[in-house]
């Protein structure tokens, strides 16, 4: 397992970009909310732990994991000032092939937005066989999937500002 015994709340605040003048949105699905709500606030603290303003942090909640595409590009659409989105969801392995087909589209739904965009959607979905692994992915045992989100948003937002520099 990729994550075992690493603490996805663990970086080092020496490489990541000066984020002050950054704005963020966040899509969270309201499905699995003890789950998403706590990756929602890793993604809040790391953000804030690293200087965006918190008037420039957008939220907005969807029912469910795969609405997170539609949600992500009208806000991307809405606010064209967005230096990043993360997408913030939760889908836990079930008896049926359900899992399967919500994880495949999410996932290409993202990458699609990343494609068509200019504003960078960072992927904060958790995939996991049980509850457990995702309370354990969410403020638990491995730290938080939301704070790691926040990190590589800042770090994509300097990409992208770096890039339009480079640009003209």
């Not at 603290?45 to 029912?63: G, M």
């Not at 990458?111 to 979905?125: A, E, T």
Request: aromatic share 10%.
């Amino acid at each position: 397992m990729a994550t075992e015994g690493k603490n996805l709340s663990q970086y080092d605040k020496n490489t990541i970009p000066n984020a002050k003048d950054f704005r963020f949105g966040i899509v969270v699905s309201e499905w699995n909310e003890e789950i998403t709500q706590g990756l929602f606030q890793g993604a809040f603290d790391a953000f804030t732990e690293n200087h965006v303003q918190k008037e420039n942090i957008v939220r907005w909640s969807v029912p469910g994991s795969f609405e997170l595409i539609y949600a992500c590009k009208k806000m991307q659409q809405t606010f064209e000032m967005l230096d990043a989105v993360i997408a913030v969801g939760s889908v836990i392995q079930g008896e049926t092939k359900h899992f399967d087909f919500v994880c495949e589209g999410v996932t290409q739904g993202i990458k699609d937005l990343n494609i068509q965009s200019d504003i960078p959607v960072i992927f904060c979905v958790l995939t996991d066989n049980t509850y457990q692994q995702s309370l354990d992915r969410s403020g638990g045992k491995h730290g938080n999937k939301g704070t790691e989100a926040a990190i590589a948003a800042i770090k994509m937002a300097q990409l992208r500002k770096d890039a339009h520099f480079y640009k003209g």
